[in-house]
């Protein structure tokens, strides 16, 4: 063997040690099932979320009796011009559900990313009135809830150990319930970046900056893969479209989405964006965290195409529209 | 004030899990209970403090609200060494705009954010941007213990750069993808305070922030803010007797559910005068 040869074989060598590195780096635990439930409801204004809710939940079965629920909203700011936060009559709904089905303890919690006063947001928001109605039903703050570090699941950021509410982490069942709307900097913010609010601003601050800096979808997927959410109610009824997730116009889409998988979830909000899924980054990456493809959702209620409406892309952006991508995006999209 | 007896009270009886609550509600404990141990247990070896206790990471806004609670609650001279560590890193951390490569970035292929990166502050924790939280609270820390340091003037360029142009301050920013942001009450209590304890009264963006902080709470009964905005408009007479008389029907509502946080805040702004942050008893 002379030196050319040895060289050869050893960059080659190192070259494929890194590959394999790199791969195992990234990885992503493999969390999917043979099948997910997704249900899409039609509803056309708030006046029938409570029923819809119901409707909704029923179809997914959920296994809550004798459980603690955490409800995990999107709450970010009010404003009474824009569709920001999860609507609080959809909030309060669900609550009234779980413990129609037996749930032990229900809690709405939140960590808003700007904002340090929860108090304030629930007040002008109309959520403090609304889980009053309800009862039994108490806000945490999950910005400044007792925390526990946890050991990320993948490499993705340099996070080695994430700090975490307690009452996220003691919950048997987590159910993101997103607004569905874009994002300038995600593209689509849904049940996966909806997690963003998990994370405890008195340990991060306020944005979670450092989440920015690890890289916004890497640190998507690894919320994702760190926190476990059961199910996904995401409020479609007025959404967001172009500058999300605060400056954007509302767009009535009308419907509610529900599913026990938080992949699929967002693949069919976002086909119902005409966003085709595989496009956005976060979900791709999360894509063996559950069913992006809708070959493998068992899809209950209204057909996706029949609701689908063409959303604005965030400033600086553009979308791959739904069946626009390949071939193979046109033949995974979702009936 | 009667009531406030009893929000000291629900403080005494309250476990704190964090260095804000903790120097919060010591600071509102002060004329009972100046023991601060635990304060100065809970010190990092680098000199600063985290946030939440038994986590690690220093953080700017509760390492400065360390020290404006030890300036107020011990004789200075016993409290020097802890206050130099933590002044050193403070000194030493600065959001990530301060260094060349970012500030490169932000002027010239990052635009989707609008900010002087010339003018910094300090961040929540190491690794990002400035704030306007940690930094305002950063220059009240220096103020308070009379530190002079070139930061606080670039503290304050940071203020009045990111002031927002209908008032007051966002949390970090004044613009973000050509949209103009909205202030929020505490955050813009803190810059005003922070403004005032270097002698700035009469900017613009002071006048437009004691603006925004008069009218924004006007319906509102959340206790921290509008603790906050009682803090930051103390020499306001008429807003004072307006913002105590409505802080006072928030703690009443439902004392036992509010956040120490909010409890300890409401306790220094109901103080009467409500507490200057930036000025200790000599």
């Known amino acids: ?335 | 004030m009667l009531y406030r007896r009893e929000i000291l009270n629900a403080l005494r009886a309250r476990a704190v899990g964090s260095i804000e609550e903790l120097a919060l509600r010591s600071l509102a404990l002060r004329g009972e209970w100046r023991d601060c141990s635990q304060l100065f247990e809970s010190q990092l070896p680098c000199g600063g403090w985290p946030n939440a206790l038994g986590t690690s990471e220093p953080n700017a806004y509760s390492t400065s609200m360390a020290l404006i609670a030890l300036a107020h609650l011990r004789d200075r001279r016993d409290a020097r060494a802890a206050v130099n560590l933590a002044f050193g890193w403070l000194d030493e951390t600065a959001g990530r705009e301060g260094h060349w490569l970012w500030r490169w970035k932000f002027r010239w292929f990052d635009r989707r954010v609008k900010f002087d990166t010339s003018k910094y502050g300090w961040p929540w924790i190491d690794g990002t941007v400035s704030w306007v939280a940690p930094t305002a609270l950063a220059v009240i820390a220096h103020r308070v213990w009379k530190r002079p340091s070139p930061r606080v003037e670039r503290g304050m360029s940071m203020l009045l750069d990111r002031a927002c142009s209908s008032g007051g301050w966002n949390a970090g920013n004044s613009e973000a993808f050509g949209v103009s942001l909205t202030a929020h009450p505490d955050f813009t209590a803190m810059g005003l305070i922070a403004l005032r304890s270097c002698g700035v009264h009469a900017h613009p963006a002071v006048r437009s922030a004691e603006d925004y902080l008069s009218s924004r709470l006007a319906a509102s009964e959340a206790t921290y803010s509008l603790a906050w905005a009682l803090l930051a408009l103390r020499n306001n007479p008429k807003m004072v007797s307006t913002l105590r008389a409505r802080l006072l029907k928030s703690v009443k509502l439902d004392a036992g559910a509010k956040p120490t946080i909010s409890l300890a805040l409401a306790a220094l702004a109901l103080e009467d005068p409500p507490l200057d942050l930036t000025e200790t008893p000599q």
Request: proline share 6%.
């Open chain 1, 1 to 335: 063997m002379n030196r050319r040869s040895l060289l050869g074989g050893a960059s080659l060598a190192a070259t494929g040690a890194l590959a394999v590195h790199e791969t195992s780096r990234h990885r992503v635990p493999d969390r999917r099932r043979p099948m997910s439930r997704v249900a899409i409801l039609r509803c056309e204004s708030y006046k029938r979320a409570a029923q819809v809710v119901w409707d909704g939940i029923q179809l997914l079965e959920p296994q809550v009796a004798g459980k603690h629920v955490l409800l995990k909203p999107n709450l970010v700011e009010y404003s009474p011009s824009a569709s920001i936060n999860t609507h609080p009559i959809v909030i309060a709904a669900t609550a009234d559900a779980f413990y129609s089905l037996g749930a032990l303890k229900v809690l709405v919690g939140d960590g808003p990313g700007h904002v340090r006063d929860s108090e304030l947001v629930l007040e002008e928001s109309g959520l403090r009135d609304a889980l009053r109605s309800v009862g039994r039903l108490r806000f945490i703050d999950l910005n400044f809830d007792r925390v526990r570090a946890v050991r990320t699941q993948t490499s993705l950021t340099n996070l080695k150990e994430l700090w975490l509410p307690q009452s996220v982490l003691a919950a048997d069942v987590v159910v993101s319930m997103p607004k569905v709307k874009t994002h300038h900097w995600a593209g689509v913010t849904l049940s996966l970046k909806n997690l963003f609010g998990v994370v405890p601003g008195s340990v991060y601050g306020w944005p979670k900056n450092i989440l920015h800096w690890q890289g916004i979808d890497n640190s998507i997927v690894e919320l994702a893969a760190t926190v476990s959410v059961h199910y996904v109610i995401a409020d479609g009824i007025e959404a967001m479209e172009g500058n999300g997730p605060l400056h954007g116009p509302a767009r009535h889409l009308g419907c509610l989405v529900f599913a026990d998988d938080p992949v699929a979830a967002d693949s069919a909000c976002c086909s119902l964006m005409d966003v085709d899924p595989h496009c956005i980054r976060h979900l791709a990456k999360a894509s063996s965290l559950g069913n992006l493809d809708p070959r493998r959702w068992e899809l209950l209620g209204d057909r996706i195409a029949s609701l689908r409406q063409t959303f604005q892309p965030p400033p600086m952006m553009t979308f791959a529209r739904v069946g626009s991508s390949t071939p193979e995006a046109r033949g995974r999209s979702a009936p």
